[in-house]
């Protein structure tokens, strides 16, 4: 199905470990981004990437690692797992940055013990 | 001061009323606006978008944006149960492919 397609859904690990969360968008969009959503925080961009091998900061990038070899795929990696990491993380995709609107996953629940 | 401000609510309202949600924003820069809606465990998706100031109606939503007094707002006409959701406003600037979100404003609609 055309779309784009988070995994896991939801996901328990324990501080320190490494994990990594996947998107996978059928669009062909250039741009792709990642985001947290935390109760009174709401959505914080982590990264983001505007074609393949070309990933930039967004607002909350510490802790996080991101890589896009592929038009299609834009991983997300915890490289050593924290409570405060503990969230809901959404990946999005547009075509042309902000002159097309963003579409989103349905995201990962990551839960860190 | 935030970017965007969003009064996240909750607003309950009774099955076939006016749900008027609304954004504050501080950066003049911006152009694009959008409003997404947000079920329970889903992911946000696009509801309306306008370019500049004006409004756009579809169905029973209307987004009005008043860019002089950096204030966008969304309309529901005749709110169904199946309306309870987040709403979140987002506003982008030309050239910049970030959006600015606001916090969200959960409405309940009450049969």
């Known amino acids: 199905d055309a779309g784009i397609t988070q995994s896991p859904r939801y996901k328990i690990t324990e501080t320190g470990r490494q994990v990594t969360l996947m998107c996978h968008q059928t669009?062909?969009?250039?741009?792709m981004f990642w985001y947290r959503q935390d109760l009174g925080h709401g959505l914080r961009l982590i990264y983001y990437?505007?074609?393949?091998?070309?990933?930039d900061k967004g607002e909350v990038p510490d802790g996080y690692v991101v890589s896009r070899s592929k038009t299609e795929n834009f991983p997300l990696t915890l490289e050593s797992a924290t409570r405060s990491q503990t969230s809901v993380y959404f990946c999005?995709?547009?075509?042309?940055?902000?002159?097309?609107?963003?579409?989103f996953g349905d995201g990962t629940r990551l839960s860190i013990l | 001061q935030k970017e965007v401000e969003q009064d996240p609510g909750p607003l309950s309202v009774p099955e076939g009323a006016i749900v008027s949600l609304n954004c504050t924003y501080s950066?003049?820069?911006?152009?694009?606006f959008m409003w997404y809606r947000q079920y329970s465990r889903k992911g946000p998706e696009l509801l309306m978008y306008?370019?500049?100031?004006g409004n756009k109606e579809d169905g029973r939503f209307t987004a009005q944006v008043d860019k002089s007094s950096k204030y966008i707002s969304l309309f529901i006409r005749d709110s169904q149960p199946s309306d309870s959701a987040t709403y979140l406003c987002?506003?982008?600037?030309?050239?910049?492919?970030?959006?600015?979100f606001g916090k969200g404003n959960q409405v309940v609609v009450i049969p």
């Open positions: 990437s505007a074609a393949a091998d070309i990933t």
């Open positions: 999005a995709s547009s075509d042309g940055g902000n002159i097309q609107p963003q579409h």
């Open positions: 987002a506003m982008s600037a030309y050239g910049n492919n970030r959006l600015a």
């Open positions: 306008t370019y500049s100031s």
């Open positions: 669009w062909s969009h250039s741009y």
């Open positions: 950066n003049s820069a911006f152009q694009y």
